[in-house]
C-alpha cells in the first residue's frame, strides 16, 4: 500500500475491482486537524476479500472508508453500535477489555490484513471490546449492511469467516487456559509459544513482537517481571531477539519450561 497526493483520477481510467483502489484517507474526528489524502489500497491482498467475485468486489471499493488513527487513539469503543467491519491496513492494533477495577487487559494483537469488529456486525450488538492503536494506523470501514450483504452470498467470504471464528475460539481458549497458569514465567513462556510461526527450513518466529509492557498487560503482570524472563531465555540460547522480533532458537528447551521441567 502507498500513500499519493495532489492526485487527479481519470474517469476513463477507472481501476478494475481488484486493482490497487485509491481511497481518501480522512483523520479520525479527534484529529481535525490531520490533512487528507489518497491511499492505494491492494484489496486483494486483504484474506478476507481475496477470493470475491468482480461485483462484490466493486461494491466493498465503492462503500469503503479510510480513517486514519494516532498512536494510543481508541479505534473501537466497547458498547458502541457496531455498525461497521473494519480491516486494519498499516500498523499495529490491540484489543482490550477493561475489568471492574478499571485495568485494561489485553486480549489479542492485530497486524495489517487482520479484520475485526465482527461479532457485533454479525449479531447486531453493542462492541464487545475496545481497540487501541500501539502505532497509528489507517483502518478501512465497511458498512454493516455491505458487510452482511457479502458474508451471505459469496461463499468463499463466508468459508473464511467460519475459518475465522473456528480460530479464534481455539484462540481464546487457549489464553484462557494460559491466564489459569499461576507461575508467572511459564505463563510468559506459554505466551511465546502461542504467538509463534512456522517459517521456512522449521524456523520458528514471534513477528511484530509486542512490547514488554503490552505483554504485560495482556498476561496479568508485570513489564519488569516479562524483561526478566525474556532476558532469562536469551541467557540461555532459546530464544534470540530481533528488533520487532523473536526467533527461537530451541523449541524443545521451550517446551520443557512451560512444562515445569526446564
Same mark, same amino acid.
Given at each position: 500500500?502507498?500513500?499519493?497526493?495532489?492526485?487527479?483520477?481519470?474517469?476513463?481510467?477507472?481501476?478494475?475491482?481488484?486493482?490497487?483502489?485509491?481511497?481518501?484517507?480522512?483523520?479520525?474526528?479527534?484529529?481535525?486537524?490531520?490533512?487528507?489524502?489518497?491511499?492505494?489500497?491492494?484489496?486483494?491482498?486483504?484474506?478476507?476479500?481475496?477470493?470475491?467475485?468482480?461485483?462484490?468486489?466493486?461494491?466493498?471499493?465503492?462503500?469503503?472508508?479510510?480513517?486514519?488513527?494516532?498512536? &494510543?487513539? /481508541?479505534? !473501537?469503543?466497547?458498547?458502541? #453500535? *457496531? $455498525?461497521?467491519?473494519?480491516?486494519?491496513?498499516?500498523? +499495529?492494533?490491540?484489543?482490550?477489555?477493561?475489568?471492574?477495577?478499571? &485495568?485494561? /487487559?489485553? !486480549?489479542?494483537?492485530?497486524? #495489517? *490484513? $487482520?479484520?475485526?469488529?465482527?461479532?457485533?456486525?454479525? +449479531?447486531?450488538?453493542?462492541?464487545?471490546?475496545?481497540?487501541?492503536?500501539?502505532?497509528?494506523? !489507517?483502518?478501512?470501514?465497511? #458498512?454493516?449492511?455491505?458487510?452482511?450483504?457479502?458474508?451471505?452470498? +459469496?461463499?468463499?467470504?463466508?468459508?473464511?469467516?467460519?475459518?475465522?471464528?473456528?480460530?479464534?475460539?481455539?484462540?481464546?481458549?487457549?489464553?484462557?487456559?494460559?491466564?489459569?497458569?499461576?507461575?508467572? +514465567?511459564?505463563?510468559?513462556?506459554?505466551?511465546?509459544?502461542?504467538?509463534?510461526?512456522?517459517?521456512?527450513?522449521?524456523?520458528?518466529?514471534?513477528?511484530?513482537?509486542?512490547?514488554?509492557?503490552?505483554?504485560?498487560?495482556?498476561?496479568?503482570?508485570?513489564?519488569?517481571?516479562?524483561?526478566?524472563?525474556?532476558?532469562?531465555?536469551?541467557?540461555?540460547?532459546?530464544?534470540?531477539?530481533?528488533?520487532?522480533?523473536?526467533?527461537?532458537?530451541?523449541?524443545?528447551?521451550?517446551?520443557?519450561?512451560?512444562?515445569?521441567?526446564?
Amino acid at each position: 500500500m502507498t500513500s499519493s497526493t495532489n492526485r487527479k483520477n481519470d474517469p476513463e481510467k477507472e481501476a478494475a475491482p481488484g486493482d490497487p483502489t485509491p481511497v481518501p484517507a480522512v483523520p479520525a474526528a479527534n484529529e481535525p486537524t490531520a490533512q487528507e489524502h489518497e491511499v492505494q489500497i491492494h484489496l486483494r491482498k486483504i484474506p478476507l476479500l481475496a477470493n470475491l467475485n468482480e461485483e462484490d468486489m466493486l461494491r466493498v471499493k465503492t462503500n469503503l472508508r479510510i480513517r486514519e488513527y494516532a498512536k &494510543r487513539d /481508541i479505534v !473501537l469503543q466497547k458498547g458502541a #453500535p *457496531g $455498525d461497521s467491519l473494519l480491516f486494519l491496513l498499516s500498523g +499495529s492494533l490491540q484489543v482490550i477489555d477493561v475489568t471492574e477495577d478499571g &485495568r485494561a /487487559i489485553g !486480549l489479542r494483537m492485530l497486524q #495489517p *490484513g $487482520d479484520f475485526f469488529g465482527e461479532i457485533a456486525v454479525i +449479531s447486531g450488538a453493542m462492541r464487545s471490546a475496545s481497540v487501541v492503536a500501539l502505532t497509528p494506523v !489507517l483502518v478501512a470501514l465497511l #458498512p454493516r449492511a455491505v458487510a452482511l450483504h457479502m458474508f451471505t452470498h +459469496s461463499p468463499p467470504v463466508a468459508h473464511e469467516m467460519l475459518r475465522f471464528l473456528a480460530e479464534k475460539v481455539q484462540r481464546d481458549s487457549e489464553f484462557r487456559a494460559l491466564l489459569s497458569i499461576h507461575n508467572t +514465567s511459564r505463563r510468559i513462556f506459554t505466551f511465546l509459544n502461542l504467538l509463534k510461526e512456522k517459517k521456512e527450513g522449521n524456523v520458528h518466529v514471534v513477528e511484530n513482537l509486542p512490547t514488554h509492557q503490552d505483554i504485560a498487560n495482556m498476561i496479568n503482570t508485570s513489564r519488569e517481571t516479562v524483561t526478566r524472563a525474556l532476558l532469562t531465555l536469551v541467557q540461555q540460547g532459546i530464544i534470540k531477539k530481533g528488533s520487532h522480533s523473536i526467533t527461537i532458537m530451541k523449541p524443545e528447551e521451550l517446551q520443557k519450561l512451560i512444562e515445569g521441567n526446564g
